[in-house]
């Protein structure tokens, strides 16, 4: 029987991003996904701030950011009868003026199958056990650990898997939440889709112009036509109606060619298929996220409409999460309580995001100006201004709950960079280490204490996730703090 900490159920960027987080923890992991290889769709295409930070701390962010250089000038967006034809509506993607002052990472306008095996190396590197073409059949965990068997897709060969933790990241149709009986709530299928992934040169019929996303609508296809930095490879995503008696086998590839060249506007261009995919568009959550020694993350909890690059982001933030907490839980250093606190803070976020996505879907938002009464937060707000106590999102301003300011150091860092393995006391002139187990950081920057709202003689203690578990003036408080944060028992 092979033994691992911790066992993850499938091989996307969520479950990668969990090996990734679980091996720089020092954690070891075993990853198995039943697919042969990685996905070729694009899928998500953008990954916002806040994902793109928590792939800085493992060392990702400078590859994600080389694979997305070529997409630097792609921020047009438009309605179109093809890219040949009228255009109906067209304007630049809105772009955030201070994302500097709030965060040292930027969008990273790359797809999902590019970050995908930017992960898998990178997890790989970083000692996690990662199996293609493997499933799981089974499991069942006890007291002090799960129990998985899995079989080889390609021989049939079946081996037992003995864990500590599981982590279920197999997407909306996951049969480790199905397993576990958690059921998803919200709105399941609002829009039936197919993505069309296609070769075809489309550097004519583009010219000068580089889209984020183009509407097109016209007598023969109405649907989504985006494209790559080659200028060579795309996608088209266009919807069907099983009401009306539609399926995705209606579409077969040489009705795809059609549809790709209505949408371009060119009747003879060469058009190669490279493959079709059938999905919903659902607005979901899960009514738990794990039960006992298994937990879920990404997909598998949470389905929100492909809009403002939410969907990948918030479960990477999710697999980040769950990762520090068993890392903890697992060397000793917090109580196993810790781990409760994983549903407890993702679900609201989580909720609050589906239902973001869902309103900017029906508000219209991205073709045109939504409804004053829409119920928007600004995405900005949303990425960065999320929190894990009550309240409204808001500009991240150092209260406890909420994402750790980004102060630039004299350095050429940020605030961000200091958070990683161990809890991080930031401090002002005059404070020493409080406690023997909290790395400390005395600040001389002019402005750190107004961004994190305390007094220049304060201190704000971070959690390894870069979010604030407390500030304050009293050093006399933190061993209490440290204590309730990481769930010990202090007798």
């Known amino acids: 029987m092979t033994e691992t900490e911790v066992l993850i159920v499938g091989g996307g960027v969520v479950?990668?991003?969990?090996?990734?987080?679980?091996?720089?923890?020092?954690?070891?992991?075993?990853?198995?996904?039943r697919r042969a290889d990685l996905s070729i769709h694009p899928r998500a295409r953008g990954f916002n701030p806040r994902a793109v930070e928590l792939l800085r701390q493992i060392g990702l962010e400078p590859e994600v950011l080389k694979a997305s250089e070529g997409f630097a000038g792609h921020t047009m967006r438009a309605r179109v009868e093809s890219l040949t034809g009228k255009e109906l509506f067209r304007a630049d993607l809105p772009t955030a003026t201070d994302l500097d002052r709030l965060s040292p990472s930027p969008w990273a306008l790359c797809s999902q199958d590019r970050l995908e095996p930017l992960l898998r190396a990178h997890a790989a590197k970083l000692g996690a056990d990662l199996a293609f073409g493997v499933e799981l059949t089974a499991f069942e965990q006890d007291a002090d650990g799960v129990t998985a068997t899995v079989r080889s897709r390609a021989d049939?060969?079946?081996?037992?898997?003995?864990?500590?933790?599981?982590?279920?990241?197999?997407?909306?149709?996951?049969?480790?939440?199905?397993?576990l009986g958690i059921a998803l709530k919200g709105t399941p299928a609002l829009l039936r889709q197919l993505s069309i992934v296609f070769k075809a040169d489309l550097r004519e019929h583009l010219g000068d112009r580089r889209f984020a996303i183009c509407q097109v609508v016209n007598d023969t296809v109405e649907g989504l036509l985006v494209h790559d930095d080659t200028l060579t490879q795309g996608t088209l995503y266009i919807q069907y109606d099983p009401a009306k008696g539609q399926n995705a086998a209606d579409y077969p590839w040489p009705r795809c060619e059609q549809l790709v060249r209505a949408a371009v506007g060119a009747p003879d261009l060469p058009v190669r298929i490279l493959d079709t995919q059938s999905w919903?568009?659902?607005?979901?959550?899960?009514?738990?996220?794990g039960e006992g020694r298994v937990f879920l993350a990404g997909?598998?909890?949470?389905?929100?409409?492909?809009?403002?690059?939410?969907?990948?982001?918030?479960?990477?933030?999710?697999a980040h999460n769950l990762a520090w907490k068993l890392a903890y839980v697992l060397r000793g250093k917090a109580g196993v309580e810790l781990l409760d606190s994983y549903e407890a803070e993702r679900a609201p976020v989580a909720e609050f995001t589906v239902e973001q996505c869902l309103k900017r879907v029906t508000s219209g938002t991205g073709f045109?100006?939504?409804?004053?009464?829409?119920?928007?937060?600004?995405?900005?707000?949303?990425?960065?201004g999320f929190r894990y106590t009550a309240g409204d999102p808001s500009t991240p301003s150092g209260e406890p709950g909420t994402r750790a300011p980004?102060?630039?150091?004299?350095?050429?860092?940020?605030?961000?960079?200091?958070?990683?393995?161990?809890?991080c006391l930031l401090a002002g002139a005059g404070w020493r280490a409080a406690v023997p187990d909290v790395e400390t950081h005395v600040m001389t920057e002019p402005e750190w204490a107004a961004r994190y709202g305390v007094s220049d003689h304060g201190a704000v203690l971070v959690r390894p996730d870069g979010i604030v578990a407390w500030r304050g003036n009293a050093p006399a408080e933190l061993p209490g703090v440290l204590a309730r944060t990481l769930c010990r028992d202090t007798g």
């Open 15 to 33: 479950g990668l991003s969990a090996a990734a987080f679980l091996s720089w923890h020092g954690v070891s992991c075993r990853l198995v996904e």
């Open 156 to 179: 049939g060969s079946t081996e037992r898997i003995r864990a500590t933790y599981l982590i279920g990241a197999d997407g909306v149709r996951s049969r480790v939440r199905q397993r």
């Open 280 to 289: 919903e568009l659902s607005a979901l959550t899960a009514t738990g996220y």
């Open 299 to 318: 997909d598998a909890v949470h389905v929100m409409p492909p809009v403002g690059g939410f969907g990948a982001s918030t479960g990477i933030q999710d």
């Open 368 to 384: 045109g100006r939504p409804p004053a009464d829409a119920g928007l937060v600004d995405d900005l707000t949303l990425t960065l």
């Open 406 to 423: 980004h102060v630039p150091l004299a350095d050429g860092r940020s605030t961000l960079d200091l958070f990683g393995r161990e809890m």
